[in-house]
């Protein structure tokens, strides 16, 4: 049985993540301009990393509200634009854990070999980082499309779905083979972040005179941490919610709109904050953005001003 939202609801549901999407935008693409801006961030692998992850997100987060839009105006889309709407979104999803990973390694280098980070951590092996990075993440999904190019016939690719990744690879196998990645990357991502707490915990401890930056680090290790935890969801929701389903059965629209933004939605808000507002070097460059923009606001406006007045003047004179 097929079950709908109201229009009234749908209309709501759809207002709140537009209205998300506008804020997080706003709000990423204010640190994106101020990173861009200042060439002091630009050899610093800390804040390369930071932007790929702020940027990494705003993708995400558009192609998952993108996809959320058009199932309540479309409710199916074409198969092959599922696809690609699918894989953009799972890259991404997926991107955000192993960067976490490299941006607590880049702080444990830091704090723990002071001496040889600039020589480890070199602006064009942070690039290079990226590229594994993206390694990582893209080559075991983009199996589901060839596994799906191989058992299904063509014709099932000009066919409309609601776009859901089950819905569109459906080979019982890549299930489990997504299960097994979820837990090698949760795994591995997890044991990272834990490591270099640690480390960075007893080098706070040994090192007085690096205290202060070695607690700075580690709260921002923490803070990784929370974030991943609520990244993780995405491999434990589609469990979370049978489990939902099954207790409260009247309740499936309401169910998978509350996983939606806890698990899509809300882990996008830290990415901004990390750096963006706790970081003093970045935070004191983000108050210029904000001071230098407001500024030309104002100038423009007492420009137009003054143009105006001119041609008041202009047209008294004439008459």
């Not at 859901?164 to 979820?182: C, E, G, H, S, T």
Request: charged share 20%; proline share 3%; aromatic share 14%.
């Amino acid at each position: 049985m097929l079950v709908r939202d109201t229009f009234t609801t749908a209309f709501v549901k759809n207002l709140i993540v537009v209205l998300v999407w506008l804020i997080l935008s706003y709000i990423n693409g204010t640190v994106v301009a101020t990173f861009f801006r200042h060439q002091a961030f630009y050899e610093d692998p800390r804040y390369i990393l930071f932007i790929h992850m702020v940027i990494n997100d705003a993708i995400q987060l558009t192609v998952t509200i993108m996809l959320f839009v058009l199932s309540y105006i479309f409710y199916k889309i074409n198969v092959s634009f599922c696809c690609f709407f699918i894989l953009v979104a799972v890259f991404t999803t997926r991107n955000t854990p192993v960067n976490l990973a490299s941006m607590a390694i880049e702080r444990y280098i830091a704090i723990c070999n002071p001496l040889r980070h600039a020589q480890i951590c070199t602006v064009r092996r942070t690039y290079m980082l990226i590229g594994l990075i993206w390694f990582i993440s893209v080559v075991p999904d983009i199996t589901d499309l060839f596994v799906t190019l191989a058992t299904e016939s063509l014709s099932f690719f000009h066919e409309s779905v609601f776009c859901l990744r089950q819905n569109v690879f459906k080979d019982p196998i890549l299930k489990y083979k997504r299960q097994a990645f979820d837990a090698i990357y949760f795994s591995c991502v997890f044991l990272t972040l834990v490591y270099t707490y640690l480390r960075i915990l007893f080098a706070a401890r040994a090192l007085s005179t690096e205290k202060m930056s070695a607690q700075r680090a580690r709260n921002t290790i923490l803070l990784h941490g929370a974030q991943l935890a609520m990244c993780m969801l995405s491999y434990v929701s589609p469990s979370v919610e049978i489990v939902l389903r099954l207790i409260f059965p009247g309740r499936i629209l309401e169910i998978r709109f509350a996983n939606y933004l806890i698990v899509y939605i809300l882990p996008r808000f830290l990415s901004p904050i990390i750096y963006g507002v706790r970081d003093r070097k970045f935070r004191q460059y983000l108050r210029r953005y904000f001071v230098s923009s407001r500024c030309r606001v104002r100038s423009q406006k007492v420009a137009d001003q003054v143009k105006g007045d001119m041609r008041d003047n202009i047209e008294r004179d004439s008459n």
